[in-house]
């Protein structure tokens, strides 16, 4: 799968690594922790539900998130990601997906969502790529005087990641992160969604409406199927009653981010549901327009501690639309 708006404009923030150890759970019972090796083949452990792995970064690639059940847990033991660990959700709009936890400086506040069509993939070139420098750095977009959006590039032999993200600030050491990108590793490549929440506090449910406002860039496939071009609004906007912890998302008015490029006629709308316990949102039945063509997706969100501001992913079943990220502040 090809992506222009890696290639033309574009790094993930840091990501990961993990393993773990097959182990069916027949009896209903929690299976044990598993230590996995030094040297265990890449892609040779398969976790059951609820089962734990321990392993160090250098061998964490032996995890076979694809195939792990919902509900293992992989834990670092040590090296360079030491006391990160990743519990593996249900999928997200058919992504593999993982919550990535703790590590040095983690605070109860943070909080991070992986996405990938092919976890093992992009967690395979994240660990490749992890200290290279960014390269290519576009500037897509100043959002008022709280984020910005970028595009970056990261490259090691033949592993690459390139990511397309967004950041909102609710102080100067706090933030919200929403990224859409590709990694590679070998010619083999996927595509995944990030969110990011960088903040000291735990999430503290508020009452009442709160209305947001800030932009989305989703990423529609050219006709041809040639490329992925990125399309931009700054008008997107969301409702949460935090009573019911029920909202919606809309956006639409979506221009190219690169002039040459064709206009298209873009839409996105779903509801969702709020966890006032974690700070997040999630819905599955969102509706996204492209020309005429109706699809679905899968929405996922962090609201920031005191829900002063919101970042999330936009992850489509099929269709002419790859994928979208949106930043927000409340109004």
Same mark, same amino acid.
């Given at each position: 799968?090809?992506?222009?708006?890696?290639?033309?404009?574009?790094?993930?923030?840091?990501?990961?690594?993990?393993?773990?150890?097959? @182990?069916? @759970?027949?009896?209903?019972?929690?299976?044990?922790?598993? /230590?996995?090796?030094?040297?265990?083949?890449?892609?040779? /452990?398969?976790?059951?539900?609820?089962?734990?792995?321990?392993? &160090?970064?250098? #061998?964490?690639?032996? !995890?076979?998130?694809?195939?792990?059940?919902?509900?293992?847990?992989?834990?670092?033991?040590?090296?360079?990601? =030491?006391?990160?660990?990743?519990?593996?959700?249900?999928?997200?709009?058919? !992504?593999?997906?993982?919550?990535?936890?703790?590590?040095?400086?983690?605070?109860?506040?943070?909080?991070?969502?992986?996405?990938? =069509?092919?976890?093992?993939?992009? !967690?395979?070139?994240?660990?490749?790529?992890?200290?290279?420098?960014? =390269?290519?750095?576009?500037?897509? $977009?100043? @959002?008022?005087?709280?984020?910005?959006?970028?595009?970056?590039?990261?490259?090691?032999?033949? &592993? $690459?990641?390139?990511?397309?993200?967004?950041?909102?600030?609710?102080?100067?050491?706090?933030?919200?992160?929403?990224?859409?990108?590709?990694?590679?590793?070998?010619?083999?490549?996927?595509?995944?969604?990030?969110?990011?929440?960088?903040?000291? #506090?735990?999430?503290?449910?508020?009452?009442?409406?709160?209305?947001?406002?800030?932009?989305? *860039?989703?990423?529609?496939?050219?006709?041809?199927?040639?490329?992925?071009?990125?399309?931009?609004?700054?008008? $997107?906007?969301?409702?949460? #009653?935090?009573?019911?912890?029920?909202?919606?998302?809309?956006?639409?008015?979506?221009?190219?981010?690169?002039?040459?490029?064709?206009?298209?006629?873009?839409? /996105?709308?779903?509801?969702?549901?709020? @966890? &006032?316990?974690?700070?997040? !949102? &999630?819905?599955?039945?969102?509706?996204?327009?492209?020309?005429?063509?109706?699809?679905?997706?899968?929405?996922?969100?962090?609201?920031?501690?005191?829900? *002063?501001? /919101?970042?999330?992913?936009?992850?489509?079943?099929?269709? *002419?639309?790859?994928?979208?990220?949106?930043?927000? =502040?409340?109004?």
């Amino acid at each position: 799968m090809q992506t222009k708006f890696l290639a033309v404009l574009p790094a993930l923030a840091i990501l990961t690594a993990c393993v773990g150890s097959s @182990n069916n @759970n027949a009896g209903g019972t929690t299976p044990a922790t598993v /230590v996995i090796p030094t040297g265990a083949a890449a892609g040779s /452990v398969i976790l059951a539900a609820g089962q734990t792995a321990e392993v &160090s970064t250098e #061998d964490a690639l032996a !995890l076979d998130f694809n195939s792990s059940a919902v509900g293992a847990v992989v834990e670092l033991t040590d090296g360079l990601l =030491e006391g990160i660990k990743f519990t593996v959700q249900e999928s997200v709009g058919g !992504l593999k997906t993982v919550v990535v936890e703790g590590g040095e400086g983690g605070d109860d506040g943070d909080h991070e969502l992986i996405a990938a =069509e092919n976890l093992n993939l992009f !967690l395979k070139a994240a660990l490749n790529t992890l200290d290279a420098e960014e =390269e290519n750095v576009v500037q897509i $977009s100043e @959002n008022g005087d709280v984020g910005y959006t970028e595009y970056n590039e990261r490259s090691r032999g033949t &592993s $690459s990641r390139q990511t397309y993200y967004s950041t909102i600030y609710t102080d100067e050491d706090t933030y919200l992160e929403a990224k859409a990108g590709s990694a590679e590793v070998g010619g083999e490549e996927t595509v995944a969604l990030q969110i990011i929440r960088n903040f000291d #506090d735990t999430f503290a449910a508020p009452t009442g409406d709160f209305t947001y406002v800030g932009p989305t *860039d989703v990423f529609i496939r050219r006709a041809d199927d040639s490329d992925t071009d990125p399309y931009r609004t700054t008008t $997107s906007q969301m409702s949460v #009653d935090f009573g019911d912890n029920t909202g919606s998302y809309s956006a639409s008015g979506f221009e190219s981010v690169d002039p040459d490029l064709p206009e298209r006629v873009i839409s /996105v709308q779903s509801d969702f549901a709020v @966890n &006032s316990t974690t700070g997040t !949102l &999630s819905g599955s039945s969102g509706t996204a327009s492209v020309d005429g063509d109706n699809q679905t997706f899968a929405i996922e969100g962090a609201f920031s501690p005191n829900a *002063d501001a /919101v970042a999330g992913i936009i992850a489509p079943q099929a269709g *002419d639309l790859e994928g979208g990220i949106f930043i927000m =502040e409340s109004r």
